[in-house]
């Protein structure tokens, strides 16, 4: 017996809906509204439901994704083919902090147990992070890193990892370019992590364009130990701990790797010392992002989570929203939600520097859709931005981020945007860069990733993914559109999951089995 026709409609002007039976619908199927297949329409794809004349507006969200490029008749599979896609929004004219929510009961009495910093931020993971200055050292710290887990660190329960911050920057580039602050202050920023414990430890080579002091120069990083290190190089500055391989001490490779090894059991003392304590989830700072995104993506997971990001910022936690080229086809509904009109001034000014960054390279935003978003449902960016955006929930928006800036205690509070390339890696590791303590990410056709520097959860915008992907995915959304529960019922479900994940309480599945993708620094200077 052929399974009941499902189909999601968006919004009430929307022309299309989207199927969401598994496997897809066969030609000849009857909708409830009584419109018949023409065609067989895969699972997430769009189905038309009333006949759209060429030149007319596709409609989903409300909104127009496409342009129809000949007739389509009611029933027909509205495929990325069938679609002219619209010019991109100006960044003129647009409306400015018109959009005014009516204020939220805040939530109070919502804890986790956090590691409390010096400077007054609040790590959810115990990590001893080992910075470095370029890719020519990664191989040396990696070995170093090996050892350190098994022979240091049995002996420090309360520290939860010992992670190296590999990266391919720190020579062969451009380094005084006017973009080279880009990857540098993001290298620093996710030095600074809240759960890297304020321990800064660095392997250099010697010899690189990004030296210790440039990297990390006075005053930027807190000092821990006031006592003078006895293994830096010739460049190491103040209480800046760095282990130079081309030291003339070092005889030898193994000499190298004891004398990160002997630098590592300082800081893994002091981090050991360190005990969770009770603290407001106004501590949480979260990262939200989208990848391998398919059309349930802005029907089901990203829905809810913008629900549980309307859940945070009124219980006073801080939440960023990034992927420049997933919000760009909806700059006006950003700058309208903006706090104020600084912010969104803020928010044109990144969307401008990213389209010149774009036009450089002779591209523009619709290179940003992958084949398994159009596999998945989704026809061209404008539909992918519009499924996106939703994650970042109703509130204002409080605050802008460029590339590689980090959060201020004190200013940035609330919903920030933090402008990223949409890039899973690049996004991620700049989100770190900026601060945040806990990752949420949805999936529509599936991906592993995760980051060792935070717990990263896992949510399916489909019950398929999650049947299959069951050791993968910490969150099904698919359930939304089963039927079986609501938007807001996943968006708790997910907010009460990060307070136990927060806390130490829960792993992630990315966690439990160590699916770490490495940091990709966004560099758009030259490399020489």
């Known amino acids: 017996m052929p399974a009941t026709p499902v189909t999601i409609r968006m919004h009430e002007r929307d022309n299309v809906a989207i199927v969401a039976n598994d496997g897809g619908l066969p030609a000849g199927a009857r909708l409830p509204s009584g419109v018949e297949l023409r065609d067989r329409v895969p699972q997430g794809h769009k189905v ?26 009611a029933g027909s599979w509205v495929h990325e083919r069938l679609l002219a896609m619209p010019e991109a929004r100006a960044l003129e004219g647009l409306p400015v902090a018109t959009v005014k929510p009516a204020p939220q009961p805040p939530l109070e009495g919502y804890t986790f147990e956090g590691y ?41 329960p309360n520290v939860d990892d010992v992670v190296a911050l590999e990266h391919g920057y720190g020579c062969g580039v451009a380094i005084d370019a006017p973009d080279a602050v880009v990857p540098i202050r993001t290298l620093r920023h996710v030095s600074l992590n809240p759960n890297f414990g304020g321990e800064v430890m660095v392997v250099s080579l010697g010899c690189e364009k990004l030296q ?15 006592r003078a290190v006895a293994d830096v190089g010739a ?71 913008g629900f549980c990001t309307d859940l945070l910022v009124r219980a ?45 390279g002779s591209v523009d935003r619709s290179a940003n859709t992958t084949p398994g978003n159009k596999k998945g449902g989704l026809a061209n960016i404008v539909e992918k ?9 109703s509130m204002p928006i409080a605050g802008v981020l460029a590339p590689g800036e980090k959060l201020e205690r ?23 860069a900026a601060g945040m303590n806990l990752h949420v990410f949805t999936t529509g056709r599936g991906t592993p ?78 490399v020489t």
């Not at 949480?284 to 391998?292: I, M």
């Open 48 to 73: 038309a439901l009333a006949d759209i004349g060429a030149g007319a507006p596709v409609l989903r969200y409300g909104i127009p994704i496409g342009h129809a490029a000949a007739d389509i008749a």
């Open 116 to 156: 409390r910093n010096a400077d007054g931020s609040v790590g959810t993971r115990n990590i001893l992070a080992i910075t470095q200055t370029v890719q020519c050292v990664a191989g040396v710290t990696g070995f170093a890193v090996q050892r350190i887990k098994a022979e240091l660190l049995p002996r420090f």
């Open 212 to 226: 210790p002091e440039r990297l990390l120069p006075p005053g930027s990083f807190p000092i821990t130990d006031e």
């Open 235 to 305: 460049s190491a500055e103040g209480g800046l701990d760095v282990v130079c391989l081309q030291d003339e001490a070092h005889v030898g490779f193994m000499s190298m790797v004891e004398s990160i090894m002997r630098q590592a059991e300082e800081h893994l003392e002091r981090l050991n010392a360190r005990q969770r304590e009770t603290v407001p989830a106004s501590e949480l700072v979260v990262g939200v992002q989208c990848g391998g995104s398919d059309a349930f993506s802005g029907a089901t997971a990203n829905p809810a989570v």
């Open 316 to 360: 006073g936690a801080t939440v960023m929203f990034s992927e420049t080229t997933e919000v760009r086809d909806g700059i006006d509904q950003l700058t309208s939600r903006a706090a104020t009109p600084e912010v969104a001034a803020a928010m044109v000014r990144e969307m401008a520097w990213y389209d010149e960054y774009l036009k450089r």
């Open 385 to 393: 931005a519009m499924g996106s955006i939703v994650k970042s929930g």
């Open 410 to 432: 004190g200013r940035h509070r609330g919903l920030i945007y933090a402008a990223t390339p949409a890039s899973d890696f690049i996004c991620g590791t700049l989100q770190l």
């Open 449 to 526: 990733y995760g980051l060792a520097a935070v717990p990263v959860i896992k949510v399916a915008t489909r019950s398929d993914l999650a049947r299959r992907w069951h050791d993968l995915m910490d969150v099904n959304a698919g359930s939304i559109a089963d039927g079986r529960a609501s938007i807001e019922e996943v968006g708790w479900e997910l907010f009460r999951l990060m307070l136990d994940v927060a806390s130490g309480r829960r792993k992630t599945w990315a966690e439990q089995w160590k699916l770490h993708n490495a940091l990709v620094l966004f560099n758009p200077a030259p």
